[in-house]
C-alpha cells in the first residue's frame, strides 16, 4: 500500500483525476468515431478486471487484521460511520437527487457505499494521520464491504435493477476466489523464496500497475457504451451536485464524531480520510462482475472518483494546517 503514496506523490496529488479523465475523453472518442472499435475495445473489459482484482488482492496485509483491535474505540466509530452513517447519508442523497435516474441513483450508491481499501492510506500518511491503524482497517474494510454488498444492493436498488442474492454471492465467489488464491499464493510463495522487505518491494511494483490498469478499465467501458451515455448525458450534472454534497456532509460527520470522542489529531485525520474517500476501483469491479451490462451504473461509479481525489487533496491540506497552525505574530 505504500506504493500508493509513492504513486501520489508521482503523478502529482490530483494525477489519477487527471488520468482517470483522459481515460474517459479518449475512451468516448474512440467509441464515438468509431463504434467497431469501440467494441473491440470492450473485450479487454473482462481481462483487465481478472488482473486488476488480483492485483488489488495481492497488495492486502491480511494480517495485519489483528493490530486494528488494540484501538478498539477507532475501530468501532469508523465501522459504524462507514457501513451504516456513510451508506444513510449516500442513501439520502440518492433518493432525493435522482430519483428519475434510477439506474445513476444505483451507481451512486454503490460508490458511496464502500470505504476506500487503497490510496486513502497515502492521503492519510499526509495529513499526519495514523498510517498504523489505517494499514489494519484496509483488510477488515475489503472484507466488511465484500461480504455486505450483496445485501446493501438488495436493501437499497432491488426496486430499480432486478437484484439476485444468491447470483451475485455465487458470481463475486467465482471472480474472486481465484484471484485471492492466486494473490495469496504468490505473495506467501515468495516470502519463502526472498525476504520480506524483497516482498514488500514486489507488493510496491505490481501496486504502480493499479492506476494504469485502472485507466485502460474505464477507457474500455466508454469506448464500449459510449452512445448509451451520451443519451443520458443530461443527468451528469446531478450526479456531479450528490457526489459534492456527499463530501460536505461526511466531512461534517467526521467532525462531529472526531469532537464527540476527543480523538488526537492522527486519529482525527484518520477518521476523516476514511470516511471520505471511497473505494471505487474495487467496487467498480464487484458491480461489472455482479450487474454486467449496465454501464450507467459503471459510469456513476467513475464520475465519482473524478472529483474524489481533489476532494481529499482539500482535506489533506485542511488538516495539516490544523496539525501546523500558522502562529500569530
Not at 495469496?184 to 516470502?191: A, D, F, H, I, Q
Not at 450534472?237 to 462531529?256: A, H, K, Y
Request: aromatic share 10%; with cysteine; net charge positive.
Amino acid at each position: 500500500m505504500l506504493a500508493t503514496i509513492s504513486n501520489i506523490n508521482k503523478l502529482g496529488i490530483n494525477g489519477i483525476s487527471l488520468l482517470m479523465l483522459f481515460s474517459i475523453l479518449a475512451g468516448a472518442m474512440i467509441g464515438y468515431i468509431s463504434p467497431a472499435n469501440g467494441e473491440t475495445f470492450g473485450n479487454l473489459i473482462d481481462p483487465t478486471l481478472f488482473v486488476m482484482i488480483t492485483f488489488l488482492l495481492f497488495g492486502v496485509r491480511f494480517d495485519e487484521i489483528l493490530g486494528a483491535f488494540k484501538q478498539r474505540r477507532l475501530l468501532s466509530v469508523s465501522l459504524i460511520a462507514n457501513f451504516v452513517c456513510v451508506p444513510l447519508i449516500g442513501y439520502s442523497i440518492a433518493m432525493l437527487l435522482l430519483p428519475d435516474y434510477p439506474l445513476i441513483m444505483v451507481g451512486m450508491m454503490i460508490y458511496f457505499m464502500s470505504p476506500c481499501t487503497d490510496w486513502f492510506l497515502g492521503f492519510t500518511r499526509i495529513a499526519e494521520g495514523n498510517v498504523s491503524m489505517g494499514s489494519a482497517l484496509i483488510p477488515i474494510n475489503m472484507l466488511v464491504q465484500l461480504l455486505l454488498y450483496p445485501f446493501y444492493l438488495f436493501i437499497f436498488t432491488s426496486n430499480h435493477v432486478q437484484i439476485e442474492p444468491h447470483l451475485i454471492i455465487s458470481t463475486l465467489l467465482q471472480w474472486f476466489l481465484l484471484p485471492l488464491i492466486i494473490a495469496l499464493v504468490s505473495r506467501y510463495g515468495l516470502r519463502r523464496l526472498i525476504s520480506a522487505a524483497q516482498v514488500q518491494t514486489v507488493s510496491d511494483q505490481v501496486s504502480r500497475y493499479l492506476p494504469v490498469l485502472l485507466s485502460l478499465l474505464v477507457a474500455a467501458i466508454f469506448a464500449s457504451n459510449i452512445t448509451v451515455l451520451l443519451t443520458h448525458s443530461s443527468v451528469f450534472i446531478w450526479l456531479l451536485l450528490s457526489v459534492m454534497i456527499f463530501f460536505i456532509l461526511t466531512f461534517v460527520l467526521s467532525e462531529l464524531l472526531s469532537r464527540a470522542f476527543r480523538f488526537p489529531h492522527a486519529d482525527h485525520a484518520l477518521l476523516t480520510i476514511t470516511i471520505a474517500a471511497r473505494n471505487a476501483p474495487l467496487m467498480l469491479a464487484v458491480t461489472m462482475v455482479a450487474l454486467p451490462g449496465q454501464p450507467l451504473i459503471y459510469a456513476a461509479i467513475v464520475i465519482g472518483m473524478l472529483l474524489e481525489f481533489p476532494h481529499l487533496t482539500l482535506l489533506t491540506r485542511l488538516l495539516r494546517r490544523r496539525a501546523h497552525p500558522i502562529p500569530i505574530t
